[in-house]
Protein backbone atom coordinates (compact mmCIF):
# COMPACT_ATOMS: atom_id res chain seq x y z
CA UNK A 1 0.00 0.00 0.00
CA UNK A 2 0.99 3.75 -0.73
CA UNK A 3 1.80 6.03 2.08
CA UNK A 4 0.08 9.02 1.90
CA UNK A 5 2.18 12.24 2.15
CA UNK A 6 1.04 14.61 5.00
CA UNK A 7 -0.07 17.94 3.94
CA UNK A 8 2.48 20.58 4.91
CA UNK A 9 0.87 22.75 7.48
CA UNK A 10 2.07 26.32 6.20
CA UNK A 11 2.91 28.62 8.83
CA UNK A 12 1.59 32.08 8.61
CA UNK A 13 3.21 34.71 9.18
CA UNK A 14 2.15 36.77 12.74
CA UNK A 15 1.14 40.30 12.58
CA UNK A 16 4.37 41.06 14.59
CA UNK A 17 6.48 39.20 12.08
CA UNK A 18 4.64 41.41 9.38
CA UNK A 19 5.65 44.77 10.71
CA UNK A 20 8.56 44.38 10.92
CA UNK A 21 9.02 43.25 7.12
CA UNK A 22 6.77 46.00 6.61
CA UNK A 23 9.67 48.57 8.87
CA UNK A 24 12.50 47.16 7.01
CA UNK A 25 11.37 47.84 3.55
CA UNK A 26 10.02 51.30 4.47
CA UNK A 27 13.76 51.72 5.77
CA UNK A 28 15.05 50.54 2.63
CA UNK A 29 12.79 53.06 0.82
CA UNK A 30 14.03 55.80 2.74
CA UNK A 31 17.46 55.09 2.53
CA UNK A 32 17.44 54.60 -1.45
CA UNK A 33 15.25 58.13 -1.44
CA UNK A 34 17.93 59.77 0.74
CA UNK A 35 20.62 58.29 -1.87
CA UNK A 36 18.17 59.90 -4.65
CA UNK A 37 18.43 63.49 -3.02
CA UNK A 38 21.63 62.97 -2.66
CA UNK A 39 22.93 62.60 -6.19
CA UNK A 40 19.80 64.27 -7.22
CA UNK A 41 22.18 67.10 -5.07
CA UNK A 42 25.25 66.84 -6.79
CA UNK A 43 23.44 66.05 -10.40
CA UNK A 44 22.00 70.16 -9.70
CA UNK A 45 25.09 71.85 -8.41
CA UNK A 46 26.98 70.18 -11.66
CA UNK A 47 23.48 71.65 -13.73
CA UNK A 48 24.24 75.09 -12.07
CA UNK A 49 27.80 75.50 -12.49
CA UNK A 50 27.04 74.79 -16.53
CA UNK A 51 24.85 76.95 -16.89
CA UNK A 52 26.96 79.62 -15.28
CA UNK A 53 29.35 79.20 -17.79
CA UNK A 54 26.81 79.30 -20.39
CA UNK A 55 26.20 82.62 -19.76
CA UNK A 56 29.55 83.32 -18.88
CA UNK A 57 30.49 82.36 -22.31
CA UNK A 58 27.46 83.86 -23.75
CA UNK A 59 28.27 87.58 -22.11
CA UNK A 60 32.55 86.86 -23.90
CA UNK A 61 30.97 86.20 -26.86
CA UNK A 62 28.88 89.08 -26.67
CA UNK A 63 32.07 91.08 -26.00
CA UNK A 64 33.95 89.67 -28.77
CA UNK A 65 31.06 90.02 -31.59
CA UNK A 66 31.11 93.90 -30.39
CA UNK A 67 34.76 94.17 -31.07
CA UNK A 68 34.88 92.54 -34.49
CA UNK A 69 31.86 94.74 -35.63
CA UNK A 70 33.90 97.81 -34.24
CA UNK A 71 37.11 96.23 -36.08
CA UNK A 72 34.83 95.47 -39.54
CA UNK A 73 33.85 98.99 -38.78
CA UNK A 74 37.18 100.69 -38.68
CA UNK A 75 38.36 98.32 -42.39
CA UNK A 76 35.81 99.83 -43.77
CA UNK A 77 36.72 103.32 -42.61
CA UNK A 78 40.17 102.59 -43.58
CA UNK A 79 39.89 100.92 -46.79
CA UNK A 80 37.52 104.24 -47.53
CA UNK A 81 40.46 106.45 -46.64
CA UNK A 82 43.06 104.12 -48.86
CA UNK A 83 40.35 104.46 -51.96
CA UNK A 84 40.61 108.14 -51.56
CA UNK A 85 43.95 108.31 -50.91
CA UNK A 86 44.71 106.17 -53.56
CA UNK A 87 42.73 108.58 -56.08
CA UNK A 88 44.21 111.82 -54.70
CA UNK A 89 47.89 110.21 -55.11
CA UNK A 90 46.86 108.96 -58.74
CA UNK A 91 45.92 112.35 -59.72
CA UNK A 92 48.77 114.17 -58.34
CA UNK A 93 51.01 111.17 -60.01
CA UNK A 94 49.20 112.79 -62.93
CA UNK A 95 49.93 116.63 -62.12
CA UNK A 96 53.11 115.94 -61.79
CA UNK A 97 54.07 114.09 -64.98
CA UNK A 98 52.26 117.10 -66.74
CA UNK A 99 53.94 120.13 -64.93
CA UNK A 100 57.23 117.97 -65.51
CA UNK A 101 56.73 118.13 -69.41
CA UNK A 102 55.63 121.69 -69.04
CA UNK A 103 58.57 122.63 -67.79
CA UNK A 104 60.65 120.24 -69.98
CA UNK A 105 58.70 122.11 -72.75
CA UNK A 106 59.66 125.67 -71.08
CA UNK A 107 63.10 124.64 -70.86
CA UNK A 108 63.40 123.64 -74.92
CA UNK A 109 61.98 126.53 -75.95
CA UNK A 110 64.49 129.26 -73.73
CA UNK A 111 67.46 126.83 -74.65
Known amino acids: MKKVKKSKVSKEPTISEVMSTVQDLAEAVQTGFARVETILDRHEGIINTLAEGQNYLREKVGILDQRVSKTQN ?22 T ?13 RA
Open 74 to 95: RVEDIADSLGDITRVADKDRVS
Open 97 to 109: LDHERRIRHLEKT
